[in-house]
């Protein structure tokens, strides 16, 4: 079973609000993620950090930003939040080198930006 | 990472063996298939992964054809808790700094 969580579950939040998702994970895992998905649609990497001190942007455009001061924490921030931005947000780790290859996922953000 | 096509949904009696298939006709002899499957509203979930042989653990089988071109992921008695997208991804195993791409999978629905 894999030990990685998010918090907050579920936000909801008025517009020009800054808010910060946590993801951390006691795997000691080099690798993090931050994919975002809409409702019955497609998962989209928007972040990803190699380790401590790196970050880099994932494939669909994304407002937000990341930071990787330790191994074990990969927060999103949002620094002025607007009803776009109403998804889910899935964080995720990996080990390097695994022996699947395999990452790990939260059980996710449910972001609501009114 | 060679693309994949899998077909969009497919329904499943209970009890009974889902074959979910997976094309990926542009794979590379140094890249594995891998299965992940996301019930509705978590995070997606790691089935199992395979190069070239049969795979089997306690959650699926892997059969890939011999020229590798496609897959099939079998869930041997489908219960209602396998109702899941179901993602076939074709990547290099640890190949170092790739994230998987998830495309659109496939909607895999369990009928009692």
Known sequence: EADIYQTPRY?????????TLE????????KMYWYQQDPGMELHLIHYSYGVNSTEKGDLSSESTVSRIRTEHFPLTLESARPSHTSQYLCASSETPGAADTQYFGPGTRLTVL | DAKTTQPTSMDCAEGRAANL?????????????????????QGPQYIIHG?????????????????RKSSTLILP???????AVYYCIVRVR????????????????VIA
């Open chain 1, 11 to 19: 936000l909801v939040i008025g517009t020009g609000k800054k808010i």
């Open chain 1, 23 to 30: 993801c951390s994970q006691t795997m000691g895992h080099d």
């Open chain 2, 21 to 41: 298939p997976c094309n990926h006709s542009t794979i590379s002899g140094n890249e594995y298939v891998y299965w992940y499957r996301q019930i509705h509203s």
């Open chain 2, 51 to 67: 190069l070239k042989n049969n795979e089997t653990n306690e959650m699926a089988s892997l059969i890939i054809t011999e020229d």
């Open chain 2, 77 to 83: 008695h489908a219960t209602l808790r396998d109702t």
């Open chain 2, 94 to 109: 640890n190949s170092g700094n790739t994230p998987l791409v998830f495309g659109k999978g496939t909607r895999l629905s």
